[in-house]
């Protein structure tokens, strides 16, 4: 069972009082002992890491100040039981132009490829898309139960996707999709604003 404890280790994508996420990227040495001063607005900040470098993901009740990606919740698809993930699974897409219709369109048919699986994977645990606010990028920030599991739904797709769905092929050729890619992440800090001192 998953306690409070262990679930209270990783952001909630889906919290109601979150106005804008912020997601950096970077490589080299992660520059995770920021943000020094907690900032006014800032709910949570979580840092990962991986092989080939590092992402934050930065939860705002305010539009923070210009350093990043702002993106906005779009929609999400969580397992009932949500076990502890053991893996995150960062997924980038871009298009050739700004457009948030055609942003939520894509969104809405990777949840139809999902819809038709008749036995989905069973290490997915959740996946919260966010919409940039430029209109030309998506972040999903997806939460599996292992890196293995995430790697064994790939491969066993036999189309590169996480699923075996038809509809994942339309998902891959998607016009105007000029960038598509993941990568693999552990958490490796994670604070918020509940755990700060308060001012005397």
Known sequence: MTTETERATWPDPAR??????????????????????????????????NENGWFSYEQWTTEPEPDGSEYRLYRSGTRPDTPVPGCIV????????????????????????????????????????????????????????????????????????????????????FPGVVAGDFQRFRPVVHRTAAEQPKES
């Open 16 to 49: 109601p009082d979150v106005a804008v996420v912020r997601i950096r990227r970077g490589d080299g040495e992660p520059p995770f002992d920021q943000p020094g001063s907690w900032p006014e607005g800032l709910l949570s900040f979580t840092g990962y890491t």
């Open 90 to 173: 960062l997924v980038s897409v871009e298009f050739d132009g700004p457009d948030e219709a055609r942003q939520k369109r894509w969104v809405d048919l990777v949840f139809e490829a999902l819809g038709d699986e008749e036995t989905p994977h069973p290490g997915g645990i959740s996946a919260h898309f966010h919409l940039s606010d430029d209109g030309t990028r998506i972040a999903n920030y997806a939460e599996w139960r292992s890196e293995a599991d995430h790697i064994e739904a790939i491969e066993s797709s036999g189309q590169g996707t996480v699923g075996k769905s038809p509809k994942f092929e339309a998902v891959k050729t």
